[in-house]
């Protein structure tokens, strides 16, 4: 860890550092992470909630755009260093996270409220991902 630091503080390309380095699938994509539903390197923060550690949220409290979060480490999972964006590298996937919230927000509503129903040889509804599941 203490080299991919240096390197990383000796202004080295974080991408290629990740590539070289990481030991997480997101090494091969330069070390982005990506909303797996949508392909987007752009997460909202409920499902950056969700699904990482709280450590991460604490460690990108104080970085500034453009810096890196100390290295922490994850139990059963490694070393972590993290790399605020530009948002000129991010900013064409923005528009696919602000208009996802905004279509959530309008249909929620009426998909909690809706009677939906699915013929069984195709599965059933599922509420909560909003889509028909098989039937197990």
Do not use: H
């Not at 590298?89 to 129903?117: C, H, N, R």
């Amino acid at each position: 860890m203490d080299l991919v630091s240096a390197l990383l503080s000796a202004g080295q390309d974080f991408a290629a550092i990740a590539q070289q380095f990481s030991v997480d699938a997101t090494g091969a994509n330069g070390g982005v992470i990506s909303d797996e539903s949508s392909g987007s390197e752009c997460i909202s923060q409920e499902i950056y909630e969700s699904q990482f550690s709280p450590d991460f949220l604490t460690a990108l409290a104080d970085v500034p755009v453009g810096g890196l979060s100390v290295p922490f480490e994850i139990p059963n999972a490694g070393w972590v260093i993290l790399l605020i964006r530009p948002y000129d590298e991010v900013s064409a996937d923005l528009p696919v996270l602000i208009a996802g919230s905004a279509v959530t927000d309008v249909t929620d509503p009426f998909m909690q409220s809706a009677k939906i129903w699915v013929n069984p040889q195709y599965g059933r509804w599922d509420l909560e991902s909003q889509s028909i599941v098989p039937l197990s």
